[in-house]
């Protein structure tokens, strides 16, 4: 299955709110967000499409079905301007794969 | 938390060998999977495999005519041998914790462990 992201870039200013895509190639039961900044390894933001992670503020958001997913960010933050990616979990035969990110800058 | 380890310069054709070592968790953990994950330069995520403790291993099929993964339950680890290298496996190498119950998702990583390929 391949996950297509929208827009690869997304120049936006802080406060603003963002919709990120996620598009698979087939129709996916488990999807997850990770947030990722430079040096860092991947951080996870959402799973089961719209489940927050511990810790994970309210103004990050999942949602969507099948075959389209949107990572919505409210107010962005200083410290939101990363790069994102969905990652998908698919049953038979068992493999996982990720999108391949949104950067998230600033404008 | 999880910590990888191994060589950051490995030449072209030879096998690469990593570890990672796991705290605070059992490998033994009959509800997750242990995963490797790597990220070329400037470039996205690509799943490498999954491992169960009881030696189940799931593989990315672009990968897993070179790939090896394993499971150490005594020594709370895992390994990731690379087979055949070339200069396309220079990259960051991760492993992470994964749900194995019903969701899949990665929650805990590791900081990554930088390889270079090159002669």
């Known amino acids: 299955i391949v996950l297509t992201q929208s827009p690869a870039t997304l120049s936006v200013s802080p406060g603003e709110r963002v919709s990120l895509s996620c598009r698979a190639s087939?129709?996916?039961?488990?999807l997850a967000w990770y947030q990722q900044k430079p040096g860092q390894a991947p951080r996870l933001l959402i799973y089961?499409?719209?489940t927050r992670a511990t810790g994970v503020p309210v103004r990050f958001s999942g949602s969507g079905s099948g075959t389209e997913f949107t990572l919505t960010i409210n107010s962005l933050q200083s410290e939101d301007f990363a790069v994102y990616y969905c990652?998908?979990?698919?049953?038979?035969?068992?493999?996982?794969?990720f999108g391949q990110g949104t950067r998230l800058e600033i404008k | 938390q999880l910590q990888e380890s191994g060589p950051g310069l490995v030449k072209p054709s030879e096998t690469l060998s990593l570890n990672c070592s796991v705290s605070?968790?059992?490998?033994?953990?009959?509800?997750?999977?242990w995963a490797w994950i790597r990220q070329s330069p400037g470039r996205g995520l690509e799943w490498i495999g999954s491992?169960?403790?009881?030696?189940?291993?799931y593989y990315n099929p672009s990968l897993k005519t070179r790939v090896a993964i394993s499971v150490d339950t005594s020594r709370n680890y895992i390994s990731l041998r690379v087979k055949s290298l070339t200069v396309a496996d220079t990259a960051v190498y991760f492993c992470?914790?994964?749900?194995?119950?019903?969701?899949?998702?990665?929650?805990?990583w590791g900081q990554g462990t930088t390889v270079t390929v090159s002669s």
């Open positions: 992470a914790r994964q749900d194995a119950m019903y969701h899949y998702f990665m929650d805990v």
């Open positions: 605070g968790d059992s490998i033994s953990n009959t509800g997750l999977y």
């Open positions: 491992s169960y403790y009881n030696g189940r291993i």
């Open positions: 087939q129709s996916v039961s488990n």
């Open positions: 089961a499409v719209s």
């Open positions: 990652q998908q979990h698919h049953e038979w035969p068992r493999e996982y794969s």
